[in-house]
């Protein structure tokens, strides 16, 4: 099953992030940086945590997982800090394992339709 939403551009801030809700659940977040716009899964990908407003930094332009604190940037979409590795692993292993080396996780942008006034998302379940 798939949804088409219609959200109205003006209904989105600027450099906040605004939340669709889907099911009553949370979907996808939006921002919006001057005119452009991101949609982004919200779901961290690490363990599948929700984020939600408290969740975003504007000065750094990050979004941290509410559950285990990575830290993911916004212009890349890239994990930025795994507090794990940070805090607690590097202090229990060599420093040549590979428990110490980088994850590869990235927040999943989704793709949108523009037009003058309105976002459009098309989504199926199996998407958020």
Not at 80 to 101: G, R
């Amino acid at each position: 099953m798939r949804h088409l939403i219609k959200i109205l551009k003006k209904d989105v801030p600027f450099e906040k992030p605004f939340f669709v809700n889907l099911a009553g659940e949370p979907g996808v977040i939006i921002f919006r940086e001057n005119n452009s716009f991101r949609v982004l899964k919200n779901v961290c990908p690490h363990m599948g945590g929700f984020f939600t407003s408290k969740d975003y930094c504007s000065r750094q332009k990050k979004m941290t997982c509410p559950w285990h604190a990575y830290e993911f940037s916004l212009s890349t979409l890239q994990l930025e800090k795994n507090p794990s590795v940070d805090e607690w692993i590097a202090k229990l292993v060599s420093s040549d394992s590979h428990y110490l080396k980088p994850r590869k996780m990235k927040l999943v942008e989704l793709p949108f339709v523009e037009e003058k006034e309105v976002l459009w998302l098309k989504l199926g379940f199996h998407e958020v």
